[in-house]
């Protein structure tokens, strides 16, 4: 039964991995930094990782072999820095959405290079610096150009696995907000189809849940 740990995963994306993963029998291994009913009546096992506790997340531990990685939670933080105490959010975001990601992932990589596995990181084209044609959002924008980079250089230090950076689309989730054109259950069932056909060939890519390449 193979095997994934997927971050952030008691609503939205999170949660539609995981009912996806335990839909087709894979063990899953889920953390959230709150209780999660659906998370456990789904069947996966329940972990509390709270990403912006760094300390936490430099000292998770998992045993045994782990096939994927899918390092989901995110945040939006401050649309602009302009006080300190907006400063000091923005930094918070990078810890949430870059920092965390990459120590976990870390963490991870005994596990992952037991079953020469994959670390998927999920960013967003708002990430992109090529696309960002509209501003604001800085916090977020921001953090996810740099997990970008984080992942990237991952891929680069752990040639033996497949590292991704994939955006999901445009969500219809509490961060998608309601107006968004894509279900969460199309978007993960794309995003599951891309990591299929990841091979070390493509880690360090950017890619879409449509399989197409992203502008970095
Ligand atoms: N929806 C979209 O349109 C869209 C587009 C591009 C990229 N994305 C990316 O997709 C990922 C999932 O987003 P979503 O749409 O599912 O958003 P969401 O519904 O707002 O869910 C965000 C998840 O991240 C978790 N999280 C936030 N801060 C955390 C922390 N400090 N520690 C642990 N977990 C934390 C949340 O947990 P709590 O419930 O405890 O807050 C929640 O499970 C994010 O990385 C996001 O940037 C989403």
Same mark, same amino acid.
């Given at each position: 039964?193979?095997?994934?740990?997927? #971050?952030?995963?008691?609503?939205?994306?999170?949660?539609?991995?995981?009912?996806?993963? #335990?839909?087709?029998?894979?063990?899953?291994?889920?953390?959230?930094?709150?209780?999660?009913?659906?998370?456990?009546?789904?069947?996966?096992?329940? &972990?509390?990782?709270?990403?912006?506790?760094?300390?936490?997340?430099?000292?998770?531990?998992?045993?045994?072999?782990?096939?994927?990685?899918?390092?989901?939670?995110?945040t939006?933080g401050? /649309?602009?820095?302009? #006080?300190?105490?907006?400063?000091?959010e923005w930094?918070d975001t990078f810890?949430v959405n870059?920092?965390?990601?990459?120590?976990?992932?870390?963490?991870?990589?005994?596990? &992952? /290079?037991?079953?020469?596995?994959?670390?998927?990181?999920?960013? #967003?084209?708002?990430?992109?610096?090529?696309?960002?044609?509209?501003?604001?959002?800085?916090a977020y924008?921001?953090s996810?150009?740099?997990?970008?980079?984080?992942?990237?250089?991952?891929?680069?230090?752990?040639?033996?696995?497949?590292?991704?950076?994939?955006? +999901?689309?445009?969500?219809?989730?509490?961060?998608?907000? +309601?107006?968004? +054109?894509?279900?969460?259950?199309?978007?993960?069932?794309?995003?599951? /189809?891309?990591?299929?056909?990841?091979?070390?060939?493509?880690?360090?890519?950017?890619?879409?849940?449509?399989?197409?390449?992203?502008?970095?």
């Amino acid at each position: 039964m193979p095997r994934v740990l997927v #971050t952030g995963a008691n609503r939205g994306l999170g949660l539609e991995f995981v009912r996806q993963f #335990t839909r087709d029998r894979w063990e899953v291994v889920a953390t959230a930094r709150t209780a999660a009913p659906e998370v456990l009546e789904l069947g996966a096992n329940l &972990l509390q990782l709270d990403l912006s506790d760094l300390a936490g997340v430099a000292s998770f531990e998992l045993e045994g072999p782990l096939d994927l990685l899918i390092a989901n939670a995110g945040t939006y933080g401050p /649309r602009d820095a302009t #006080t300190a105490d907006e400063a000091h959010e923005w930094l918070d975001t990078f810890a949430v959405n870059t920092v965390a990601p990459y120590l976990l992932a870390q963490r991870l990589l005994p596990n &992952l /290079r037991h079953a020469r596995g994959k670390a998927i990181a999920v960013s #967003t084209r708002m990430g992109s610096i090529e696309d960002n044609k509209g501003g604001g959002y800085l916090a977020y924008r921001s953090s996810k150009t740099a997990l970008n980079m984080a992942w990237r250089t991952l891929a680069l230090a752990n040639r033996d696995l497949t590292c991704a950076v994939l955006h +999901p689309g445009w969500v219809q989730t509490r961060m998608g907000g +309601p107006n968004a +054109p894509v279900q969460p259950e199309e978007s993960i069932a794309g995003l599951r /189809r891309v990591i299929d056909s990841l091979t070390p060939a493509d880690s360090g890519e950017f890619l879409d849940f449509q399989g197409n390449r992203v502008p970095w």
